[in-house]
């Protein structure tokens, strides 16, 4: 039986996220990345009311999931998979030794410059829950949004222009439909940020990376990345292409993972997981109080599946 990592996207960031960190050495260059990249203190930043805008939340993201890691490899065996949600696919890619801690924070604060400087005005996202894929893809077309994530049969992120989606939101509604706003303001992973798509792609493009050492699957199809073309097309074209989560979720189940740890803040990944794959041994290093239980999980976790 295998690990894999989670590393969450944008929505669960709050004040505490980095307080396993303190004072961990291993978490300090990432830390102190994050800290150049924002121009303040990762703690102050997390606090902050600001911490939802993009240019604070993509940074803050990839420092957590990392510095989570760095702080609990020398305690883990190694993964087998990665998988990283929206902004969680960079933390992944560096995770997997695609690039170093400094590389990454920088591609975080460019990523969502390019996505903020594409987005219209008014914009944003929200979950749908409740509609299978045909209806809300008709919903969709009709109302001019797009399907952003699709995280299970009947559990989906859209994205749009806030008219547009307050329009759907209405019609979704009638069809008993679940309408949940999302603290983000740009409709990522939609056609809306096809030019960030492209303006990012160059950016990785001159950027220091490497193959992955571990596998990390695509958010846009499921697939493992193999090599610099696939890395830095994959990372790119999520900007503005469906998160395909439910299929990243069955990748990793089939691919023989078993033991599922997200880092980072929040539990979203890890509820989803064990919501479809219940015979999982899964769990978010939020969950614990001290990053000790996690690790001490992940190996009884894991003796507990052999």
Not at 67 to 85: Q, S
Not at 166 to 192: F, K, N
Not at 248 to 275: D, I, K, N, W
Request: proline content about 7%; overall charge neutral.
């Amino acid at each position: 039986m295998s690990l894999a990592l989670l590393c969450p996207g944008q929505g669960a960031q709050h004040p505490a996220m980095f307080d396993r960190l303190r004072d961990v050495p291993a978490a300090h260059d990432v830390l102190e990345a994050c800290r150049r990249v924002l121009g303040r203190d990762p703690f102050e930043a997390a606090a902050a009311d600001d911490r939802f805008d993009n240019a604070q939340a993509q940074p803050l993201l990839c420092a957590a999931s990392v510095g989570h890691w760095l702080a609990l490899r020398e305690r883990l065996p190694t993964p087998t998979l990665i998988a990283g949600y929206s902004i969680g696919e960079l933390a992944a890619h560096c995770i997997a030794g695609s690039m170093g801690p400094g590389t990454c924070l920088a591609l975080a604060a460019q990523r969502a410059q390019r996505m903020d400087n594409a987005s219209p005005r008014h914009a944003g996202m929200q979950a749908i829950l409740g509609l299978q894929r045909p209806p809300l893809e008709a919903l969709c077309q009709t109302h001019g949004v797009y399907i952003a994530i699709a995280n299970g049969q009947d559990h989906f992120i859209v994205g749009g222009t806030l008219e547009r989606l307050l329009a759907m939101a209405d019609a979704a509604r009638a069809l008993r439909a679940e309408i949940r706003p999302l603290p983000v303001h740009v409709p990522a992973h939609t056609p809306l940020l096809a030019s960030a798509a492209d303006s990012y792609a160059r950016v990785l493009a001159q950027a220091p990376l490497q193959v992955p050492r571990v596998a990390v699957l695509a958010g846009i199809d499921a697939r493992p990345v193999r090599d610099h073309a696939a890395l830095v097309h994959t990372l790119s074209a999520q900007l503005a292409q469906t998160i395909e989560w439910a299929q990243v979720m069955r990748q990793l189940f089939e691919r023989g993972a078993r033991v599922f740890l997200q880092l980072g803040p929040g539990t979203a990944l890890a509820r989803m997981v064990a919501a479809d794959y219940p015979c999982c041994e899964v769990r978010a290093v939020e969950e614990f109080q001290h990053l000790d239980g996690a690790a001490n999980w992940v190996h009884n976790a894991l003796d507990r599946l052999q």
